[in-house]
């Protein structure tokens, strides 16, 4: 594992934004990768939207400490026991981010056609405030920021491989999205390591 110490804020205000940028080479991530599309139990997430359930194309699991549901998106999911694998890494991410979770979202991209539209993680479900790490497994892709009230906007470009964490006051100031893109064929698989109550 490698780490990268800059630990600048990439945001201006209102909420940080830090990336560590890629912790693991190349051959490690595509390991992870290609042993997280095989382990983890992918299913289509549901999501409510004026009161309409959609199902989507991107595929999403659920990982935590046993016992536990997470209000998500209008609807509840049960959370799968943690794997070794993902305790592992999870382990490894507390230790750059210098922060504990109990949870992680995965979601899985199969290539440019499928998103995240422009959300903040500011459910009640969550710990105010805490830590988000976003560990990000295949194809590159870019992912926006834009301030609620400024319009400001910012966009980093996430790598195979690469570790951000969003903390502090980011998820009230600031919404993000992840940009769809027809020209990318693969692809890629995210994690969100999150403390929930
Ligand atoms: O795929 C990404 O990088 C973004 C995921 C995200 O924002 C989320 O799971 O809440
Ligand atoms: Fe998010």
New binding site residues.
């Given amino acids: 594992m490698h780490i990268n110490q800059q630990k600048d804020n990439l945001l201006p205000f209102d909420g940080e934004l830090y990336s560590y940028g890629r912790i693991y080479t190349e051959d490690q991530a595509n390991t992870l990768l290609n042993s997280f599309i095989q382990s983890i139990a992918w299913e289509h997430d549901q999501v409510r939207l004026f009161g309409k359930t959609h199902i989507t194309t991107r595929k999403v699991a659920w990982y935590g400490d046993l016992g536990r549901s997470y209000q998500y998106s209008g609807s509840v999911k049960q959370a799968h026991a943690w794997t070794p694998l993902l305790s592992e890494i999870k382990s490894q991410v507390e230790e750059i981010c210098q922060a504990k979770y109990n949870a992680c979202?995965l979601?899985l991209?199969h290539d440019g056609n499928e998103g995240?539209g422009w959300?903040a993680?500011n459910e009640k479900s969550i710990v105010a405030h805490s830590s988000?790490a976003?560990l990000?497994l295949g194809c590159q892709?870019r992912?926006d920021l834009k301030h609620t009230t400024s319009g400001k906007k910012i966009s980093i470009e996430?790598e195979n491989g690469q570790l951000i964490n969003m903390q502090g006051s980011i998820q009230e100031h600031w919404k993000?999205?992840?940009a769809k893109s027809k020209k990318i064929k693969e692809l890629?698989i995210?994690l969100?390591f999150r403390l929930m109550i």
């Fill in positions: 979202l979601n991209y995240m959300h993680d988000i976003s990000s892709r992912f996430l993000h999205a992840l890629r995210n969100t």
